[in-house]
């Protein structure tokens, strides 16, 4: 179980390397799928930071992640407490039309999705020696990326109830009570049995 909400929030932030458009504020439900197991989130994005509500069992239960300053937040929230982590650019999510390192785009075909007119693009990229290839589809009417899939099948992360418009500050602090994971572990350690 804790490898699979570990590798969740690996997918769910990991499959977002492309550089964010400028001023784009979002909110979606993201859906998540990795060999065949789907993991839903919600998000809530404005340029520099980001915040994942995630909606499956598991210790974490938000990741806020602050670009701006190199951090990556996760509560805790039934213990009221959090760990930072350093932030890394492969945490970026892919919410532009254009992929980190394109080397190929071929319009494939039209659809709608989830109301929207999307173009579906094959996409390969590369980083270093290695090439990818994903299926892509965008969204004309707002240029946002609904769905995203390696053409291998092995992941596929999907956006659905995409609203552009304002998020709140609120939404990327740490919350006023919670501390830090390692005051928690200090506590136990000065605990006598």
Same mark, same amino acid.
């Given at each position: 179980?804790?490898?699979?909400?570990?590798?969740?929030?690996?997918?769910?932030?990991?499959?977002?390397?492309?550089?964010?458009?400028?001023?784009?504020?979002?909110?979606?439900?993201?859906?998540?799928?990795?060999?065949?197991?789907?993991? $839903?989130?919600?998000? /809530?994005?404005? =340029? &520099?930071?980001? %915040?994942?509500?995630?909606?499956?069992? @598991?210790?974490?239960?938000?990741?806020?992640?602050?670009?701006?300053?190199?951090?990556?937040?996760?509560?805790?929230?039934?213990?009221?407490?959090? $760990?930072?982590?350093? /932030?890394?650019? =492969? &945490?970026?999510? %892919?919410?532009?039309?254009?992929?980190? @390192?394109?080397?190929?785009?071929?319009?494939?075909?039209?659809?709608?999705?989830?109301?929207?007119?999307?173009?579906?693009?094959?996409?390969?990229? $590369?980083?270093?020696?290695?090439?990818?290839?994903?299926?892509?589809?965008?969204?004309?009417?707002?240029?946002?990326?609904?769905?995203?899939?390696?053409?291998?099948?092995?992941?596929?992360?999907?956006?659905?109830?995409?609203?552009?418009?304002?998020?709140?500050?609120?939404?990327?602090?740490?919350?006023?009570?919670?501390?830090?994971?390692?005051?928690?572990?200090?506590?136990?350690?000065?605990?006598?049995?």
């Amino acid at each position: 179980m804790r490898l699979w909400i570990v590798t969740g929030l690996i997918a769910g932030i990991w499959v977002g390397q492309g550089q964010p458009a400028a001023a784009l504020e979002f909110t979606a439900d993201q859906f998540t799928k990795i060999d065949g197991r789907t993991h $839903k989130s919600s998000i /809530y994005y404005r =340029d &520099q930071m980001w %915040r994942i509500e995630h909606h499956s069992m @598991g210790p974490v239960n938000v990741s806020i992640v602050r670009k701006d300053k190199q951090v990556v937040w996760l509560l805790l929230s039934r213990m009221k407490h959090f $760990k930072e982590v350093p /932030y890394d650019p =492969d &945490q970026d999510l %892919r919410v532009t039309e254009k992929l980190e @390192g394109e080397i190929s785009r071929q319009e494939i075909g039209t659809e709608v999705r989830e109301g929207h007119p999307t173009v579906l693009y094959e996409v390969s990229t $590369k980083h270093g020696e290695r090439i990818e290839n994903y299926y892509q589809w965008v969204a004309t009417d707002i240029h946002f990326p609904m769905k995203l899939a390696k053409k291998d099948g092995s992941w596929i992360v999907e956006y659905q109830h995409v609203k552009l418009r304002s998020v709140s500050d609120y939404l990327f602090n740490l919350p006023l009570n919670f501390h830090p994971l390692e005051e928690f572990h200090k506590d136990l350690s000065n605990q006598t049995p």
